[in-house]
């Protein structure tokens, strides 16, 4: 059975915000976005620098 690679990096970053929520109550609600955001936008790039490196 083959995963979405998609389908399971969303799922890494709602973990990442509900870990955030639930372990560092310190963080505003801003600065999870913030994190979430970079995230996502690192796991952007890094697929993007993948599909040129395979073309």
């Known amino acids: 059975m ?3 690679i998609y389908e399971f ?3 890494c970053e709602l973990e990442l ?3 955030l929520c639930k372990n ?3 963080l505003t609600q801003e600065q999870i976005e913030t994190i979430a955001e970079d995230f996502s936008k690192e796991i ?3 697929l993007l ?3 040129v490196n395979d073309n």
């Open 44 to 46: 952007d790039k890094q």
């Open 9 to 11: 990096l969303e799922k």
């Open 17 to 19: 915000i509900n870990q």
């Open 49 to 51: 620098g993948k599909k």
């Open 24 to 26: 560092c109550p310190e």
């Open 2 to 4: 083959e995963i979405d």
